[in-house]
């Protein structure tokens, strides 16, 4: 592989930029003063609030079918998402935790003996995915 001089300056200033671009403008993230990249304690999330449009869209691919255009809820399938004191009263982190195990109709808590899937039944959603649908659920309840 070779790369010109000019070619390698070019590089260079943009893994730099991309790199300031990481560090800086983030601050929530790093309110603890810690300014460390260590593991985050057990019930914060690794990944700060989400994208509420990405969010949008990512809901609109997986927890529709169940959930309804909006998270209205579909009878006999899932439940509203705007109505829900249950995604009122959870943290982020907590309602991360939860889409990421789902509530089946072995748990306890159901309440409509219909399964509520692991990330809807789309392994492929990341948690930084996960935290923007939470955003978007955030937007639907106010
Ligand atoms: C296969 C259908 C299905 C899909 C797909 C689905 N859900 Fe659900 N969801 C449910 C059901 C059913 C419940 C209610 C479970 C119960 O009986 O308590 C539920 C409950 C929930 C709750 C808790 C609501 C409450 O008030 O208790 C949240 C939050 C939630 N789903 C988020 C999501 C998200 C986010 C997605 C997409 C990533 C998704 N769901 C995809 C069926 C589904």
Redesign the pocket.
């Known amino acids: 592989m070779k790369l010109n001089k000019i070619g390698l300056f070019i590089l260079v200033a943009f893994l730099m930029l991309f790199v300031a671009a990481c560090s800086g403008g983030d601050d929530a993230s790093s309110s603890g003063g810690g300014g460390s990249e260590s593991a985050p304690p057990a019930d914060v999330p690794a990944v700060s609030a989400g994208d509420a449009a990405k969010g949008e869209e990512l809901?609109n691919s997986?927890?529709i079918?169940?959930?309804g255009a909006g998270g209205v809820g579909i009878e006999g399938?899932?439940?509203s998402?705007p109505d829900?004191?249950?995604?009122r009263g959870k943290s982020d982190a907590e309602?991360l935790a939860?889409?990421k195990v789902g509530?089946s109709i072995s748990d306890p808590?159901?309440?409509?003996?219909?399964?509520?899937?692991p990330?809807?039944?789309?392994p492929a959603?990341s948690d930084s995915d996960?935290m923007d649908?939470i955003a978007y659920?955030r937007t639907l309840q106010q």
């Open positions: 809901f997986t927890c079918a169940c959930h399938l899932g439940k998402i829900s004191e249950f995604v309602l939860f889409i509530r808590e159901n309440t409509t003996g219909v399964d509520m899937p990330k809807g039944g789309n959603l996960v649908i659920f």
